[in-house]
């Protein structure tokens, strides 16, 4: 069965272009690296590495300098203890309807308020800290920086960073430079780690999106690196490294409150960001694999969907742009970046309660006001009419001696 696996899935169709052989690209070890498909194995371990790795950096590194740059925590309510509630809450909605929560009012002898309250406690209760978005963004920021500065580093003097036909030049029988070979493990690894985390890290807005791209990227970096397009590959990953980075110190100064520095970042991220993701990675990379590499080699099954998972990125980044686009229009109207618009928020959901529960809060407040002002007007009411009366009292007495 594993050697009939192994038949169809390394079909030279699927790898090669047309009339090449896996014995005409066999390299010896003296003419250098040649990527394996069992070379991605190593990522497996390395992703676990990696978790183990963000586990340390957060509590040693990101914990403390969140105190030194003074991230504060919201104090929330903790909702009370309620079996009935919490058990509907975890395996039906954190968001019941009115009918429900009238049918759980009934069950627990509550009013409908109570019931509504608690739920609104017990979702900012399950909220992310400001300090664990914080962590997280701390993180990704030290991997992002130092990724870009090494890709950036090995990529310098290579003849394809500069002329885009040498991706091409002598494929597919193309060395892997030691220093290529290890930004390609090292950001699949990362990757594949950020995928692990997805369900106990920060749920954003974007959070389908961010899955698609996790998972598109993983498929590009290991097809590419299968099919040899590692040098088209390392451009691919400078670009999306060279703007990440700021977006991630960006976040961690936003959770730190220090609205101008921000501010300012989230204006330089925004600028870069436009620029790579809809000028230069459309525009030189793609066109680069999408009509460069055909004066090399006629198209084949790998040149399709390498090109499809391109496109598939080139999607999710007019998208973000579109995102990015409408909190440069709130910094220019309005003087400020109100909300992280691409991915600094929690999910739809959590982003309108997280609007909507402060008001109710107030709601509560403003609440108590009118009923110590309405209280207060019936004093005065009732102060005033015990003066009428005994007013009216004093007029009939006086009135009595002329009566007489």
Known sequence: MEALLNEWLWQ?????????????????????????????????????????????????????????????????IRAASIPKLEAFYKQNSRQPSHAEVVSLGKQCGLSQRKIQTWFRHRRNQDRPSNTKKFCEASWRFAFYLVAFTAGFGSLINTPWLWDHRECWRGYPKQPVAEAHYWYYILEMGFYLSLLMCVSVDVKRKDFKEQVIHHIATIFLVGFSYCANYVRVGTLVMLVHDSSDFLLESAKMFHYAGWTR???????????????????????RVIHTTLVVSLEFFQPFFGYYFFNALLLILQALHVFWAYLILRMVYKFVFLGKVERDERSDEESEVDDEEEEEEPEEEGDECSWEQRKGAINSKLASLANNCVLNNLTNQRNINSRLPKAR
């Open 12 to 76: 030279e169709k699927y790898w090669l272009p047309p009339g090449i052989r896996w014995q005409d690209i066999e390299m010896k070890e003296e003419d250098g690296r040649f990527p394996l498909p069992r070379d991605l194995i190593y990522t497996l371990p390395l992703a676990v590495a990696f978790i183990a790795l963000r586990y340390v950096f957060e509590r040693l590194i990101a914990v403390p300098f969140s105190k030194q740059l003074g991230v504060k925590d919201r104090i929330r």
């Open 261 to 283: 520095t921000c501010d300012s970042l989230f204006v330089v991220f925004a600028l870069i960001f436009l620029v790579t993701r809809l000028v230069v990675f459309p525009g």
